[in-house]
């Protein structure tokens, strides 16, 4: 995940990894969009995990902060369907132009 957001890699936005915020700490949080990707393991199945998780994302709502959630076993067999979610989440909340490398027919020149 890391590697498709860090560097403004995706789309301009600027994501942070291991952002602390109050008692928590975001996995990949875009402040310019006020939204946290988080990437769950097992551990989060539990019960006593899935209300601490609930609690903290009423915590994060609170403070206008969106959460997605997405299971690190599903990041290899569903890559673009989680890279599509972000990049919509992100244009809803803080839409930006998308890159001319990104249009259909836009290809660079290199003339001198």
């Known amino acids: 995940?890391?590697?498709w957001l860090r560097d403004?890699?995706?789309?301009?936005?600027?994501?942070r990894r291991q952002?602390?915020?109050g008692p928590h700490i975001l996995d990949f949080f875009c402040n310019?969009?006020?939204?946290d990707v988080e990437v769950d393991g097992f551990q989060?199945?539990?019960p006593?995990?899935?209300?601490?998780d609930t609690v903290r994302d009423a915590f994060l709502e609170n403070q206008g902060i969106q959460v997605l959630r997405f299971w690190s076993s599903h990041l290899r067999r569903d890559k673009q369907v989680i890279r599509d979610k972000i990049w919509r989440t992100l244009q809803e909340r803080a839409p930006q132009p998308v890159p001319g490398y990104c249009v259909p027919?836009?290809?660079a020149s290199n003339k001198t």
């Open 1 to 3: 995940m890391w590697a």
């Open 8 to 15: 403004r890699r995706f789309a301009a936005y600027k994501f």
């Open 19 to 21: 952002h602390p915020l």
């Open 32 to 35: 310019g969009a006020k939204l």
């Open 44 to 46: 989060h199945g539990s």
């Open 48 to 52: 006593e995990n899935q209300v601490n």
């Open 105 to 107: 027919g836009n290809v």
